[in-house]
């Protein structure tokens, strides 16, 4: 039987505490006991979208144990990344240009030692872009030992959706910073989202990433506003990609 810390006990007996990681350190309560279930062939990993989206893993790395996180840019910020990296006509170099950008996209005060910008495969629209921190497991027993040592600190909280003021750049404010290193991003003049027009879905019509039904501008200019017919009026027209955004980048 693992032992399991008090304070893990108190996490799991918790009704606030979500359930992926009562899984979690249900079957791992220490370190400890994560290192040795990786050592066995498990897989040892969590997922979680609790303030942002991001994955925690034990690997071994030349057979050392690592405890490895990823955090992932929220959902306007990625929306933002994905559309100038389909906008780009080459993904590798715009793959280069969005690892060299991630940080920029961060408040400039944020302390990223130890964090390394990554891409990692997949077959969706774009791969996916993080940040990632490894940390070796060897000298850790508990959790604990593990947060009070390596805590993910202001990284964790500008990436949060509830951050305001202090976050990760998004709209109009990204795309402009995406613009300045390269990428060339659009953003909509009337909605501030940005945009592509090679989207799968719909090749050469600009829409949002999430749009596979069609551009849906909230801004945009509707002739029955005043009318209250509703059944003629649209829910949503055309994106109005801003004039600035269609120059090439340098
Ligand atoms: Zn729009």
Redesign the pocket.
Known sequence: MTEVPPDIAEYLASPDTLPEWVRFYRAYPTVTAAVQAVGNGESVAVFTSEHTAYGQQVILIDGKPVIEVVLYPNSQAREALVTAYLNHSDPETATAAILHALPHLLPEDIDLTGIDCVVEPGNGLAPRFGFRRRVFAAGLHTWRDYDELHPLGELYQVLSWHSTGHNIAEGTEAVSILRSHGLPAVG??????P?TNRHPAWPGTWV?LAEEYG?R????DDPFRELHELDAAGIGGP??PSTSDLEPVT
């Open positions: 909509c003049e009337a909605c501030g989202e945009l949002c551009p501008c909230d801004a945009f994106h109005d």
